[in-house]
């Protein structure tokens, strides 16, 4: 089984500013963590954060036919993004909303997710655990 793991906007900055909210570890941290987690559950993970819109679209439409299961934090692209919605929807794959903090814990603005509607869970404030979590859900699926 292979799970797609996709990172939104300032992903690639954790552990840089925002401690408080995001924690002190990185995203290479993160990594490496979701690469153990992935050897446990026995599934292959692939990796990909970009800062930009339609590079997340891409990553999501090219999934068609190669992954089984998709995790993804969109970050603030969460609250705005139709476009991303539309790409999980079109390709069709389970996939897992992930938030390291609790949106709708936050500002009004964040209590918006255009795309937890086509996605099978969500899992929220809990820190680099929640990726694990959500990889988990896609694994017990098999
Ligand atoms: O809690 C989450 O995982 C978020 O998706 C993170 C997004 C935010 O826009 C969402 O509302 C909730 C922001 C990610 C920004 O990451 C940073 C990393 C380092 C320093 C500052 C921000």
């Given at each position: 089984m292979k799970i797609l793991v996709i990172n939104g906007p300032n992903?690639?900055?954790?552990?840089?500013?925002?401690p408080e909210i995001y924690?002190?570890?990185?995203y290479e941290d993160l990594l490496a963590q979701l690469r153990k987690d992935a050897a446990e559950l026995g599934v292959e993970a692939e990796f990909f954060q970009s800062n930009h819109e339609g590079a997340l679209v891409d990553a999501i439409q090219g999934a068609y036919g190669t992954a089984d299961g998709i995790v993804i934090n969109?970050?603030?692209?969460?609250?705005?993004?139709i476009a991303i919605l539309d790409a999980v929807k079109a390709v069709g794959i389970p996939t897992v909303e992930v938030h390291i903090s609790d949106p709708d814990e936050r500002?009004?603005?964040?209590?918006?997710?255009?795309?937890r509607q086509a996605c099978i869970a969500t899992v929220k404030g809990k820190g680099f655990a929640g990726y694990t979590e959500a990889m988990r859900i896609l694994a017990e699926r098999r």
């Open positions: 992903l690639n900055l954790l552990g840089l500013r925002e924690g002190k570890a990185t969109p970050a603030a692209y969460t609250h705005t993004s500002e009004e603005f964040r209590r918006v997710s255009y795309i």
